[in-house]
């Protein structure tokens, strides 16, 4: 069977999400089912793969998605333990105090603090903690999810203290010989110091495309969620956008370079968030005109509301303080840290209890998670411990946690066969046709169509990764050895092709249903799926584009000189942002700062 066949055959599944979920809308409990028989039939007929295999990546695939159950549960019960105990219109109202205008917010919380958990913990963490809080203040549930969503790119390559490169890369491409001699004649005998070295490439390649994601964060909430559905309400901050892109960009580039892949992202987004929450303060570049606001609540389109419902609660044991209100997240991104950094002893202890089904059905494939160290744990932990700084009641807390499992479970369709599909596509090498696990065939059939081109697909081949799998980590383990091997043989640097790769397969995470499936779950929006997707596909695009261009111009500058394709490229897309900047702003109504609508 030919490559191009197999590699037609092999997107089949993602083809089957795409018309069902994405084009029609069904929700995703409707249309993941159809994608999983898709991937299971073409594992079990076309991939020969053994029913055993089949059935064990299945199993494997229900054991991470009760992970990611018990993950959202815990993010919505300490959502609305802080909602109950008062702490939530608390918080409301510090942001307020800041700024009114939810342009600057959406910032502040998704860019930036997002950044900042992202780097802490990883594997959809942000959502589960941003997300439900921007909800809280008052943001439809569609919105504060795209944004939850688009935000999962920049800070993505080093998330949960640099796993996608320090697991992902590595695992990829530790077991090759030949590499790591390749990096030795760089003078890299310290294999962690040569994952460094790629970490510092994708790092340069995040701060490039990521340049404008809190703009695009900002122009697709008012376009798409804004009373008078406009661009150029969102373009007016493009100068706070761009000032708070910068502070997260420049400390996480040099971090990325001076202390290696562990903290970019962590250290970003805490600098980010103490530069641009004193300059919101202080009206640094905020716009002079008027605030943006969303429109009254009752003329929302009903897309945009989730079930869960935010309520005013006010404490019932007098005025909480700031710090107290925020105490909840101060813990989780605390406890997060610690269980995180390798240099202290609490992750071992936290990972110690494994809960492992190892060989399942006979094969190689072993399911296995770790309770206490999985985020969930710490969401809960959290939330008991709110109970008493919050000094809350017992019937309160007990409403937090009925409605908290109410919640969970409706999320709990989609997820239960969107993982096992994802397992299935990705455990069907071995079989008895000989042929390479689906997603492998997949990036052969497009190497063999781009060629020198390479660098301009390698980033999509990366978000192809983290939109089936739903982790860069896992779209790292699958590709890199890959994408060195086309960079080899197209004869340019293959540990660029590598930082593309991962720099794609954060972007991807943009789309990744599952990550959308469990966002979605945590403010009470499951089967609007589709609409999320299409709503991130495009700055998932611009994002993997700009990288694949800046890649290529780097990769050719030595053959065809610096203005080869990719450079006129970039210069196109710097163009088309400048011209889209100055027109939105010059066609944008002023603000009515009564009310926060435009005039």
Do not use: C
């Amino acid at each position: 069977m030919s490559i191009g066949v197999l590699s037609f055959l092999s997107l089949l599944p993602i083809i089957a999400v795409a018309i069902f979920l994405v084009w029609l809308k069904w929700p995703a409990s409707k249309a993941m089912p159809i994608s999983y028989i898709v991937a299971v039939l073409l594992a079990l007929f076309v991939w020969k793969v053994p029913g055993a295999q089949v059935a064990a990546a299945s199993v494997n695939g229900l054991v991470v998605a009760g992970t990611l159950l018990y993950i959202i549960f815990g993010a919505i019960l300490l959502l609305n333990t802080i909602q109950e105990s008062g702490g939530l219109q608390v918080i409301r109202q510090g942001f307020t105090d800041i700024t009114p205008d939810r342009r600057i917010q959406v910032i502040i919380i998704a860019w930036l603090f997002g950044s900042f958990i992202e780097g802490s913990a990883g594997f959809g963490t942000p959502a589960a903690v941003a997300v439900p809080l921007l909800v809280g203040l008052g943001f439809p549930a569609l919105a504060a999810v795209t944004a939850g969503m688009i935000i999962q790119s920049t800070p993505v390559s080093f998330g949960a203290v640099g796993t996608p490169i320090l697991v992902g890369v590595n695992t990829g491409l530790s077991a090759d010989e030949g590499i790591k001699q390749f990096a030795a004649n760089l003078g890299y005998a310290d294999w962690t110091q040569f994952l460094y070295f790629i970490g510092a490439k994708v790092a340069l390649l995040h701060a490039i495309s990521g340049t404008l994601v809190p703009l695009l964060v900002v122009v697709i909430m008012t376009r798409f969620f804004g009373k008078n559905k406009s661009w150029s309400e969102g373009l007016r901050v493009w100068k706070f956008a761009l000032f708070a892109a910068f502070s997260m960009t420049i400390p996480y580039l040099i971090v990325a370079n001076v202390l290696g892949s562990e903290f970019p992202s962590m250290f970003g987004g805490l600098i980010g968030l103490a530069i641009v929450v004193s300059a919101a303060k202080k009206g640094f570049l905020l716009p002079k005109d008027g605030y943006w606001e969303f429109d009254k609540k009752e003329n929302w389109d009903p897309e945009w509301v989730g079930k869960i419902e935010i309520k005013e609660v006010h404490s019932k044991n007098g005025k909480m303080s700031m710090a107290m209100a925020w105490s909840p997240y101060i813990l989780v991104a605390l406890f997060l840290v610690l269980t995180r950094l390798s240099s202290l002893p609490f992750g071992a202890w936290f990972k110690a209890w494994v809960v492992k089904f190892p060989n399942l059905f006979g094969t190689s494939i072993t399911a296995s998670f770790q309770p206490l160290y999985l985020p969930g744990t710490i969401f809960i932990l959290v939330s008991i411990i709110t109970f008493f700084l919050h000094k809350m009641d017992v019937n309160s807390y007990k409403k937090a946690w009925a409605s908290s499992g109410k919640t969970m479970i409706s999320a709990a369709t989609a997820l239960v066969f969107t993982v096992p599909m994802v397992q299935v596509f990705i455990n069907s090498q071995g079989g008895a046709a000989g042929f390479e696990k689906m997603p492998i065939v997949l990036a052969e059939g497009t190497a063999a169509l781009a060629g020198s081109a390479w660098p301009f697909f390698s980033p999509f081949i990366g978000a192809l990764g983290a939109f089936v799998a739903g982790s860069n980590t896992v779209s790292n383990m699958m590709f890199s050895l890959f994408q060195y091997g086309v960079g080899e043989r197209i004869g340019v640097d293959p540990t660029w092709v590598v930082a593309l790769q991962a720099v794609g397969g954060a972007a991807g995470n943009m789309i990744a249903v599952h990550n959308i499936v469990a966002a979605s779950a945590v403010v009470g929006l499951v089967g609007k799926e589709g609409i999320t997707i299409r709503k991130t596909i495009f700055p998932m695009t611009y994002y993997a584009l700009l990288a694949g261009s800046v890649g290529y111009s780097v990769l050719y500058a030595g053959k065809y000189g610096f203005f080869n394709v990719g450079t006129i490229l970039v210069i196109l897309i710097a163009i088309a942002a400048v011209w889209f900047i100055a027109s939105g702003v010059k066609n944008s109504n002023p603000l009515d700062t009564s009310k926060g609508k435009a005039i």
